[in-house]
Nanobody
Framework: QVQLVESGGGLVQPGGSLRLSCAAS????????MGWYRQAPGKERELVAI???????NYADSVKGRFTISRDSVKNTVLLQMSSLKPEDTAVYYC??????????????WGRGTQVTVSS
């Protein structure tokens, strides 16, 4: 079983910055991809950014140029640096990791989420 713990959310003014962090632990053999998703009130969960093999990244159009995803494969952590934040970025942000456990079974794990609120 793989556990994900997010940190770094909070309240920030429009135009400000926040950095989210997610640490994976447990019976991990490999992590194929780690990513961040978000869900605003009344909306479906959506992809924000994902980083996979070879550190190939993909971003939602709404965050391109403002958010940067990175990971530390040794520490099994993923970061999301968010800049030029807008009120529409307000949401609960969830970390996701996919890969294989030490039992050779695949996993698709989610963190509990961290609230990001952008407001003046």
């Amino acid at each position: 079983q793989v556990q994900l713990v997010e940190s770094g959310g909070g309240l920030v003014q429009p135009g400000g910055s926040l950095r989210l962090s997610c640490a994976a632990s447990g019976s991990i053999f490999s992590i194929n991809a780690m990513g961040w998703y978000r869900q605003a009130p009344g909306k479906e969960r959506e992809l924000v950014a994902i980083i996979g093999g070879g550190d190939i990244t993909n971003y939602a159009d709404s965050v391109k140029g403002r958010f940067t995803i990175s990971r530390d494969s040794v520490k099994n952590t993923v970061l999301l640096q968010m800049s030029s934040l807008k009120p529409e970025d307000t949401a609960v942000y969830y970390c996701n990791a996919r890969g294989y456990g030490s039992d050779s079974r695949s996993y698709d794990s989610w963190g509990r989420g961290t609230q990001v609120t952008v407001s003046s």
